[in-house]
């Protein structure tokens, strides 16, 4: 098999890469979906995505990769064995897992299945991992999502919500954690998803080809390269994986101590509101993808350019004749309205001060 593509020997397509980057850091945030005509680098930046990712700590023998630092999500067999021994399970290292979802798979080769006719025989319980499975603290994806049977994609979509996967049937139930980075892509001139799907997808980005000729040709030549000898190219782009790598994982460990203020959240509620968003969810999601970008950043506080940042993925697939159809709106142009909107919104302290000191004279009067 050939060295995988470098992340970071794609040319341009900087939105899609960072909004992969960000559900790498933080896989709560709940995956993206890749809109583009055909030939654009979305199955490349998937899989170079996957190589790319830091190796995880596993608990040793678990056919599901469980976190040997969580043990709250363990799966049923972990658990079991934790309390028949009563001692720290064994861990191991691997390979950030990728898994690729054929289009024509059904539920219970994404979920699992249970053997009933053992359970009831011979009163043994017996799991048959399925895709979610595999794919736990890895990647999934899922190329022409939108062929998908609906079904599967509300289950996978629940899943990735959910982080655990529980299978029942027939009174009997296994659960194991199902945490991933979800990426789907899609050409819109095949079909699109139902607009309930579509806004299960955390972030979306659309991409088209590039147009400048000198990136044109930078593209041809990478690829004769790497096709030529893949082993060597990669070894030449290994430095940039390694920073690249080196980067997120820090950013792993550092996305849960990034605070947010009252300001940050009014900043956010008032850009979703002003664009009419349907539901809360883009909300979540701005303030999760606006964390994992300051903690990217090297950073413990985010600021309004993280909120436009991650506006700018957050919004695009879940507003309706808005600026971002007309004339999408830059990075930059939703800072400024970020900043004008909790200008208007939020109070200064002189404000507060003043608001203080007539509640206090207020006070005063009535005693």
Same mark, same amino acid.
């Given at each position: 098999?050939?060295?995988?593509?470098?992340?970071?020997?794609?040319?341009?397509?900087?939105?899609?890469?960072?909004?992969?980057?960000?559900?790498?850091?933080?896989?709560?945030?709940?995956?993206?979906?890749?809109?583009?005509?055909?030939?654009?680098?979305?199955?490349?930046?998937?899989?170079?995505?996957?190589?790319?990712?830091?190796?995880?700590?596993?608990?040793?023998?678990?056919?599901?990769?469980?976190?040997?630092?969580?043990?709250?999500?363990?799966?049923?067999?972990?658990?079991?064995?934790?309390?028949?021994?009563?001692?720290?399970?064994?861990?191991?290292?691997?390979?950030?897992?990728?898994?690729?979802?054929?289009?024509?798979?059904?539920?219970?080769?994404?979920?699992?299945?249970?053997?009933?006719?053992?359970?009831?025989?011979?009163?043994?319980?017996?799991?048959?991992?399925?895709?979610?499975?595999?794919?736990?603290?890895?990647?999934?994806?899922?190329?022409?999502?939108?062929?998908?049977?609906?079904?599967?994609?509300?289950?996978?979509?629940?899943?990735?919500?959910?982080?655990?996967?529980?299978?029942?049937?027939?009174?009997?139930?296994?659960?194991?954690?199902?945490?991933?980075?979800?990426?789907?892509?899609?050409?819109?001139?095949?079909?699109?998803?139902?607009?309930?799907?579509?806004?299960?997808?955390?972030?979306?980005?659309?991409?088209?080809?590039?147009?400048?000729?000198?990136?044109?040709?930078?593209?041809?030549?990478?690829?004769?390269?790497?096709?030529?000898?893949?082993?060597? !190219?990669?070894?030449?782009? &290994?430095?940039? %994986? @390694?920073?690249?790598?080196?980067?997120?994982?820090? #950013?792993? /460990?550092? +996305?849960?101590?990034?605070?947010?203020?009252?300001?940050?959240?009014?900043?956010?509620?008032?850009?979703?509101?002003?664009?009419?968003?349907?539901?809360?969810?883009?909300?979540?999601?701005?303030?999760?993808?606006?964390?994992?970008?300051?903690?990217?950043?090297?950073?413990?506080?985010?600021?309004?350019?993280?909120?436009?940042?991650?506006?700018?993925?957050?919004?695009?697939?879940?507003?309706?004749?808005?600026? !971002?159809?007309?004339?999408? &709106?830059?990075? %930059? @142009?939703?800072?400024?309205?970020?900043?004008?909107? #909790?200008? /208007?919104? +939020?109070?200064?302290?002189?404000?507060?001060?003043?608001?203080?000191?007539?509640?206090?004279?207020?006070?005063?009067?009535?005693?």
């Amino acid at each position: 098999m050939p060295a995988i593509f470098p992340f970071t020997a794609i040319v341009g397509q900087e939105r899609m890469k960072r909004a992969l980057i960000l559900n790498a850091v933080d896989t709560r945030i709940g995956g993206v979906l890749i809109r583009g005509e055909r030939g654009t680098a979305k199955s490349t930046a998937a899989r170079a995505l996957a190589a790319l990712l830091p190796k995880v700590q596993v608990v040793q023998d678990c056919r599901f990769g469980c976190d040997p630092d969580h043990p709250a999500a363990w799966c049923t067999e972990c658990k079991e064995r934790y309390s028949t021994t009563a001692k720290k399970l064994p861990t191991a290292e691997r390979a950030t897992p990728f898994v690729n979802l054929p289009v024509s798979a059904t539920e219970d080769r994404v979920v699992g299945t249970l053997d009933i006719e053992k359970a009831i025989q011979k009163g043994e319980r017996h799991f048959e991992p399925g895709v979610l499975a595999g794919a736990n603290r890895g990647l999934l994806y899922i190329d022409e999502v939108n062929l998908l049977d609906d079904h599967v994609v509300d289950v996978l979509l629940d899943s990735a919500a959910m982080g655990v996967n529980t299978v029942e049937r027939e009174g009997i139930s296994f659960a194991h954690p199902a945490r991933f980075i979800l990426v789907g892509t899609m050409n819109p001139e095949e079909g699109d998803l139902r607009p309930q799907l579509l806004d299960r997808f955390a972030l979306s980005v659309e991409i088209v080809g590039i147009r400048e000729p000198r990136e044109r040709v930078m593209i041809m030549e990478r690829n004769l390269s790497y096709e030529k000898d893949a082993d060597t !190219f990669r070894s030449i782009w &290994l430095p940039k %994986e @390694q920073e690249l790598s080196a980067k997120i994982a820090r #950013a792993r /460990q550092l +996305v849960d101590q990034v605070t947010h203020t009252s300001r940050d959240l009014l900043s956010i509620a008032a850009l979703t509101a002003s664009l009419n968003v349907d539901g809360h969810r883009a909300d979540l999601v701005i303030l999760k993808a606006a964390r994992a970008e300051a903690a990217f950043e090297g950073r413990t506080k985010i600021t309004d350019h993280d909120i436009a940042l991650a506006a700018e993925l957050a919004l695009p697939h879940r507003i309706k004749r808005t600026p !971002f159809q007309q004339a999408e &709106l830059t990075t %930059e @142009q939703l800072q400024e309205r970020i900043e004008q909107l #909790a200008g /208007q919104s +939020v109070p200064s302290e002189s404000d507060e001060e003043s608001e203080s000191k007539q509640d206090g004279e207020s006070e005063e009067k009535k005693t």
